[in-house]
């Protein structure tokens, strides 16, 4: 298991409220437009990351996470696998406190990685989920 309860609780509940959310669209059939909304529900200040920078939620999108002009606590991966290490990177260049990857977002040398640069990470799980289930 890619974090602990006491990670996911840190990540929820310590890291700040700025939540980036790569992959996050207009589209409101995908899982990340749903996810935002409960992290919103739950004072989660919710950017978008999506190529065509779309404002989602009320928020402004940025194509990157470079692009964002102002700190981020926590990015949240909704890509594939096969792009999430990447995106990892960028968080931890980016100097985030956290990176979560969604449910089946896995990619071990990434967690390795972005651990070892002193990151908070979780892998494969979701904050939808686990926000009402550790109270």
Known sequence: MYGDDATVRRIL????DTWAVVGLSSNRQRAAYGVA??????GKRVVPVHPKAETVHGEQGYASLADIPFDVDVVD???NSDLAGAVADEAVAKGAGAVWFQLDVIDESAYDRTRAAGLEMVMDR????EIPRLG
């Open 77 to 79: 991966v909704f890509v």
């Open 126 to 129: 979701c904050p939808a989920i």
């Open 37 to 42: 909304t409960v992290l919103q529900r739950y």
């Open 13 to 16: 509940t310590e890291l700040g």
